[in-house]
């Protein structure tokens, strides 16, 4: 088998299957309608484009010179997967494709499956790969709330210099929950706060709608960061001290965020881990959930 290089432009797969590097902007227009799912509410084919262009390594199936499945494929990952019409087999492309995959993956690590759509999720647990978490975003209309009475909390602004702060509230929140930032460390909390902070702007209505809950003693106990993607407002992380937790400040702070948000926006939307008991609260308060896609890994 030939090894792994964007210099190559087609892998034989046998059996008249091949795969064969495609145009980035031919494989994101297959790739918006044939995966069939409106991820994180991009409400229109032009917006949901901008989340694969310029992204290398995406390839098509090809059978017999015609295009039948989509999917991004490099060394110790894949993902993306589509079929065709009227492809239908999904399970006969990926017998094709992981033979080369781990032909290509260092064997020390395991391939990481991402975006699998749950139409694919049986036929890639089928062939060896394991769950490891499955996320979806949940939306609702921005209304103001009547914020829940407390005596207990007072917001305070969020600042730039508060990242290590709110990188250590965050990992106390998270650390043995499910999904990803379950197993992140306080540095990756950090530097995940970072990013955010670097684009936080108080004067605009994400700005405001962002803040820490701290007591009347001036101790933090729990935040909210809103920022806009793909032009929505979006909670980015509400989280509680454990020791707090079940007490309401999340419902106060996210109470909170909406009424800001609501002279200025429409909709807001979140990101959640299939599992997360925040779920329950989320849809307390009015959000659905999407599509919802899954991450898995293939070992041995």
Not at 137 to 162: F, G, L, V, Y
Not at 279 to 292: H, K, S
Request: aromatic share 8%; with cysteine.
């Amino acid at each position: 088998m030939q090894s792994h290089t964007l210099a190559i432009q087609r892998y034989e797969l046998g059996d008249q299957f091949a795969l064969q590097r495609a145009d980035n902007e031919a494989f994101i227009n297959a790739w918006v309608v044939y995966r069939g799912v409106d991820e994180d509410f991009s409400q229109s084919f032009v917006d949901a484009r901008t989340e694969l262009e310029g992204v290398p390594f995406c390839s098509w199936v090809m059978q017999a010179e015609k295009r039948v499945g989509g999917v991004i494929l490099l060394p110790n990952g894949i993902g993306d997967f589509f079929l065709i019409p009227p492809q239908r087999d999904s399970a006969e492309l990926l017998s094709r494709l992981i033979p080369l995959l781990r032909h290509w993956s260092d064997p020390t690590k395991p391939i990481l499956a991402q975006g699998i759509t749950t139409y694919h999720l049986s036929t890639f647990e089928q062939a060896g790969f394991v769950l490891q978490e499955s996320r979806a975003w949940m939306i609702r209309p921005i209304e103001p709330q009547s914020e829940s009475p407390t005596s207990n909390w007072q917001h305070k602004p969020i600042s730039p210099m508060d990242a290590a702060t709110i990188g250590k509230l965050l990992h106390a929140a998270f650390q043995g929950g499910v999904g990803e930032y379950g197993r992140r460390d306080e540095t990756a909390h950090v530097a995940s706060t970072n990013s955010f902070l670097e684009q936080h702007d108080p004067a605009t209505a994400c700005g405001q709608a962002s803040a820490w809950a701290v007591t009347t003693a001036g101790e933090p106990v729990g935040i909210c960061l809103v920022e806009l993607h793909k032009g929505l407002p979006t909670i980015r992380f509400v989280a509680v001290l454990p020791s707090q937790q079940g007490q309401g400040v999340a419902t106060w702070l996210l109470q909170r965020a909406l009424t800001k948000l609501a002279p200025h926006h429409k909709w807001v939307k979140l990101a959640v881990t299939v599992g997360n008991p925040a779920m329950t609260l989320y849809e307390r308060l009015g959000f659905v959930a999407g599509d919802v896609l899954h991450q898995l890994i293939l070992t041995g």
